[in-house]
């Protein structure tokens, strides 16, 4: 399993609520969570694969912005 940290604009609940289908829906997820306490708004994903393209394009299609952090 391999955890990954993106920078993202999900800022409230009501983001969470939208974005979870999405994600939820992605075959290599195991987990995720939001810390909305931190200004970069950090999801991080235990993902099953290398695959983290699938992750960002999901949170896209939510309507959201992502970027990969190092």
Known sequence: M????FKTNIH???CIKSVT?????????????V??????????VSLDDDNE??????????GFEIEKLD
């Open 12 to 14: 409230c609940g009501g």
């Open 35 to 44: 810390d909305l306490e931190d200004s970069n708004k950090i999801l991080e």
């Open 2 to 5: 391999k955890t990954i940290k």
């Open 53 to 62: 393209t699938a992750v960002m394009e999901a949170v896209k299609k939510a």
């Open 21 to 33: 289908p999405f994600l939820n829906n992605l075959d290599n997820v195991d987990a995720w969570k």
